[in-house]
Structure formats: structure tokens, C-alpha cells
């Protein structure tokens, strides 16, 4: 994820995002094809660090750090149990199960499947037009990420040495956030 976000720091550091209907559609590409990476990327570490927060951070005590503050949370999901309990159930407590049967969507399609209907029969279908990531080439990142690195690494001036610093502590930041403590060596 490291080299696809130099990457796009390079990409961006090289436009003018004021107006993006100025920038040619390569442009446009490279960056959204580095943004769904970095998307990607982000979101599985996320996940990840999440993951082993959980263990860290306990229901009402917010735990805070430099960027923000994060706290343990549940949400309630439910799923209908069995068919034939449920309306069982309802039965026992004098409701008629007429009252509570619909369309059940899996029914529909294989009545679609085995009919002259069409979808546009029984659905409301709105399209949407989107853009998604189609392909990457990752020889020309590869290349690219090579040379900023090189560049990176010959050049011998404060500003490279405070981003070198600074990748150094995002790495200790990110080992820090993904190394297991218990909660109460967090507080």
C-alpha cells in the first residue's frame, strides 16, 4: 500500500486538482486507478486495525490519540428465523400467517426463468452509469515508484530528510496501532 500512496502523492503533487475537467483523461485514469489502490489498501488495513482495537478499547471509554479518538460500538442486526417458527410462532400468538406473507424475491427470479415475463413486469429498474478500475499496469508503477525512490534517496537536503523522518514514524505508527497490548496497557 506504501508504494501506491507515494505514488499518488507524486500523481497529485503534479496536477492542478482545482479543476478537474481540465485534466486529461490520462490524467483522470492514473488518478482514480491509484485512488481505488490506495482505497483498496486502506480499507483492508483499516479492517485489520480494527480488528485489534477491539481487544484494546472497551464500551463507553474512548480511547484518544494525536489524529482522533476512537470507541468500542455494537450494532444489532437480526435475521428471520425458520419459516416454520416464525409463523408458528405468530400462530401461537393469534396473528394469521396470511397477514404476513409476501413476494419473496428469490421466487420472483425463477418465475422470470420459467416464464414469458420480464424483469421490467414486475421490477422498477433504474441504470446508473459508473466508472470502475478495469485494469492495471503494475511494470509502469513499479518504474515510477522506483524512480521516486531513487530520487528520494539522492537527494540530500532537510526536506528529504523530514520525509524520510516521516515515513520512519508512519511505519512505527502503524506497527504501534497493529501490535497487540491489552486494554488496560492502552489506557
Same mark, same amino acid.
Request: a negative charge; proline letters at 1%.
Given at each position: 500500500?506504501?508504494?501506491?500512496?507515494?505514488?499518488?502523492?507524486?500523481?497529485?503533487?503534479?496536477?492542478?486538482?482545482?479543476?478537474?475537467?481540465?485534466l486529461?483523461?490520462?490524467?483522470?485514469?492514473?488518478l482514480?486507478?491509484?485512488?481505488?489502490?490506495?482505497?483498496?489498501?486502506?480499507?483492508?488495513?483499516?479492517?485489520?486495525?480494527?480488528?485489534?482495537?477491539l481487544?484494546?478499547?472497551?464500551?463507553?471509554?474512548p480511547?484518544?490519540a494525536?489524529?482522533?479518538?476512537?470507541?468500542?460500538?455494537s450494532?444489532?442486526?437480526?435475521?428471520?428465523?425458520?419459516?416454520?417458527?416464525?409463523?408458528?410462532?405468530l400462530?401461537?400468538?393469534?396473528?394469521?400467517?396470511?397477514? $404476513?406473507?409476501g413476494?419473496d424475491?428469490?421466487?420472483?427470479? @425463477?418465475? !422470470?426463468?420459467? #416464464?414469458?415475463?420480464? %424483469?421490467? =413486469? *414486475?421490477?422498477?429498474i433504474?441504470?446508473?452509469?459508473?466508472?470502475?478500475?478495469?485494469?492495471v499496469?503494475?511494470? $509502469?508503477?513499479?518504474?515510477?515508484?522506483?524512480g521516486?525512490? @531513487?530520487? !528520494?534517496?539522492? #537527494?540530500?537536503?532537510? %526536506?528529504a =530528510? *523530514?520525509l524520510r523522518?516521516?515515513?520512519?514514524?508512519l511505519?512505527?505508527?502503524?506497527?504501534?496501532?497493529?501490535?497487540?497490548?491489552?486494554?488496560?496497557?492502552?489506557?
Open positions: 500500500m506504501y508504494s501506491y500512496i507515494l505514488l499518488l502523492i507524486d500523481s497529485l503533487e503534479r496536477r492542478d486538482l482545482t479543476n478537474l475537467t481540465e486529461d483523461t490520462d490524467a483522470l485514469v492514473n482514480y486507478t491509484l485512488l481505488s489502490d490506495v482505497q483498496r489498501g486502506a480499507n483492508d488495513l483499516r479492517k485489520d486495525i480494527a480488528d485489534t482495537l481487544d484494546r478499547v472497551h464500551h463507553d471509554q480511547v484518544h494525536q489524529y482522533g479518538s476512537v470507541q468500542r460500538t450494532r444489532r442486526s437480526k435475521s428471520l428465523k425458520d419459516d416454520t417458527e416464525v409463523l408458528a410462532a400462530e401461537d400468538a393469534g396473528i394469521d400467517q396470511d397477514r $404476513v406473507l413476494v424475491p428469490d421466487k420472483v427470479e @425463477d418465475a !422470470l426463468d420459467v #416464464t414469458d415475463l420480464h %424483469e421490467q =413486469d *414486475v421490477y422498477d433504474e441504470e446508473r452509469a459508473y466508472v470502475r478500475k478495469a485494469d499496469n503494475e511494470d $509502469v508503477k513499479e518504474t515510477r515508484l522506483q521516486l525512490k @531513487d530520487r !528520494l534517496a539522492a #537527494t540530500e537536503s532537510e %526536506e =530528510d *523530514v523522518s516521516e515515513i520512519e514514524d511505519e512505527d505508527r502503524i506497527d504501534e496501532l497493529t501490535s497487540f497490548r491489552t486494554g488496560s496497557e492502552v489506557q
